[in-house]
C-alpha cells in the first residue's frame, strides 16, 4: 500500500493540468504491453486526461501531440531500469540516460526533444519494469498487478469530465 501512496503522490503533481498520456509498446510482447494495457484501462474509466495508444510507433503521434498542445505528456512504456519486475518508476525526461533501456527504436529522449521543439510541455515517463518481452508470452503476474496500480492511480488523479445536461 505504501508503494501505491508514493505513486500516487508523485503522480498528484500533475492534477488539474491539461495531459495527454502516450501508451507506447508491442501487447504480443508480453511485458512490452504495459503501456497499451494502461491506456486500454484508462479508456474503460473514461478519464479526463487525453489518451494515445501510439504501440510500437510514438514517432507516428508527434503531430497529433503537438496539436494538443498539453502542459503535460505522460509517456508509459515498459523500461528496463534494472528493478524488479513490476516495479513502476517514474523518470522526468531529463533523467532518462543510457541506463534506461525501451524496447522501442525510436529513444525517448529523441521524442521528447522533437515534441518540445514545437511546444512548451513537461514530460513525465512511467516505467515499468517488466520481467519478459518475448514475442508470444503472456504478462507476467508482476507487471498485471503493477498496470492495474497505475491504472487506477491515473484514473483517480484524472476522473471523468462531469456534463451538464
Not at 72 to 89: M, N, P, S
Not at 116 to 130: A, K, L
Request: hydrophobic share 40%.
Amino acid at each position: 500500500m505504501q508503494a501505491d501512496q508514493q505513486l500516487f503522490k508523485q503522480l498528484s503533481k500533475i492534477r488539474g493540468s491539461s495531459t495527454v498520456i502516450v501508451g507506447i509498446g508491442n501487447t504480443l510482447k508480453g511485458d512490452d504491453g504495459a503501456g497499451p494495457l494502461v491506456c486500454e484501462r484508462l479508456k474503460q474509466a473514461k478519464t479526463s486526461a487525453g489518451l494515445i495508444d501510439a504501440g510500437t510507433v510514438p514517432e507516428n503521434y508527434i503531430q497529433k501531440i503537438i496539436k494538443k498542445a498539453p502542459r503535460t505528456l505522460l509517456v508509459i512504456d515498459a523500461i528496463d531500469f534494472g528493478a524488479e519486475a513490476g516495479k513502476i518508476r517514474i523518470f522526468e525526461s531529463g533523467q532518462l540516460n543510457s541506463h534506461v533501456i525501451s524496447t522501442h527504436t525510436l529513444s525517448p529522449r529523441l521524442f521528447v526533444d522533437m515534441i518540445g521543439r514545437s511546444i512548451q510541455v513537461d514530460v513525465y515517463f512511467v516505467g515499468v519494469q517488466p520481467e519478459q518481452t518475448r514475442l508470444g508470452e503472456s504478462i507476467s503476474a508482476a507487471v498485471s498487478r503493477a498496470i492495474e496500480q497505475l491504472s487506477s492511480a491515473i484514473a483517480e488523479i484524472f476522473p471523468p469530465l462531469n456534463s451538464c445536461e
